[in-house]
Nanobody, 126 residues
Framework: QVQLVESGGGLVQAGGSLRLSCAASGGTFSNYAMGWFRQAPGKEREFVAAITWSGGITYYADSVKGRFTISRDNARNTGYLQMNSLKPEDTAVYYC???????????????????WGQGTQVTVSS
């Protein structure tokens, strides 16, 4: 059983930056691919970024490509999402997720990742 806890959300002006962290416990973090998803009010949850268990391959939604960077430190059991050039439309609750299959955290299937964090709010003001 893997527990995920996000942190780093907050209020930032458009054009600013935030770095989200996802701390994992209770399992072998390096066994799992990791992803970030977000859900804005009144909208469906959407895929943001994913990274393989080794960190060697990353995937991004077109809406964040070039602005967001996903990374992980398996020695620290922590994943990250560096968000630059933030826009008001990035406002959402951001969730980290983990699964043995990269395609699941990559939003490539209809299956939900096995493990989820509780979410952290990101608000970008214009």
């Amino acid at each position: 059983q893997v527990q995920l806890v996000e942190s780093g959300g907050g209020l930032v002006q458009a054009g600013g930056s935030l770095r989200l962290s996802c701390a994992a416990s209770g399992g072998t973090f390096s066994n799992y691919a990791m992803g970030w998803f977000r859900q804005a009010p009144g909208k469906e949850r959407e895929f943001v970024a994913a990274i393989t268990w080794s960190g060697g391959i990353t995937y991004y939604a077109d809406s964040v490509k070039g602005r967001f960077t996903i990374s992980r430190d398996n020695a620290r059991n922590t994943g990250y999402l560096q968000m630059n050039s933030l826009k008001p439309e990035d406002t959402a609750v951001y969730y980290c997720a983990a699964d043995l299959q990269t395609r699941v955290v990559g939003g490539k299937t209809s299956s939900d990742p096995e493990y989820w964090g509780q979410g952290t709010q990101v608000t970008v003001s214009s």
